[in-house]
């Protein structure tokens, strides 16, 4: 069966992209199986200006919908670290639905 092309869906809708500046600061976006911090999706650090997505925890594969979800994930991180809301940064549940609000942003997307 031919794949129905729809041209109006966003171009970037599910790129996960190499990099992204947020507040000043470049971000490279990395990736990482099997991380020693046991069952976590993603990292993302301040300091070294990285958000790692992990492909494989505890020898299970991250399907690309899980790791573009922690993409979005730790991107807000950056962005409330960059706004100094260590409050808020560390609420797991506020930066979880805000990045699913960001990913469904994205993912309804349309161009036209
Ligand atoms: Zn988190």
């Excluded at 922690?70 to 549940?93: I, K, P, S």
């Excluded at 805000?98 to 309804?108: D, F, P, R, T, Y």
Aim: include cysteine; aromatic fraction near 6%.
């Amino acid at each position: 069966m031919e794949k129905k092309i729809i041209r109006d869906e966003h171009p970037f809708r599910d790129v996960i992209p190499a990099s992204i500046r947020v507040g000043g600061k470049l971000y490279q976006i990395k990736y990482q199986s099997d991380p020693k911090n046991g069952s976590l999706l993603g990292e993302h650090s301040d300091y070294t200006t990285e958000i790692v997505i992990h492909e494989t925890v505890e020898g299970e594969k991250i399907s690309r919908q899980s790791q573009l979800e922690t993409f979005w994930h730790e991107a807000v991180h950056a962005v409330l670290c960059a706004m100094g809301r260590l409050d808020l940064n560390n609420d797991e549940t506020f930066v979880t639905t805000v990045g699913a609000m960001l990913n469904e942003i994205m993912q309804s997307a349309k161009t036209k």
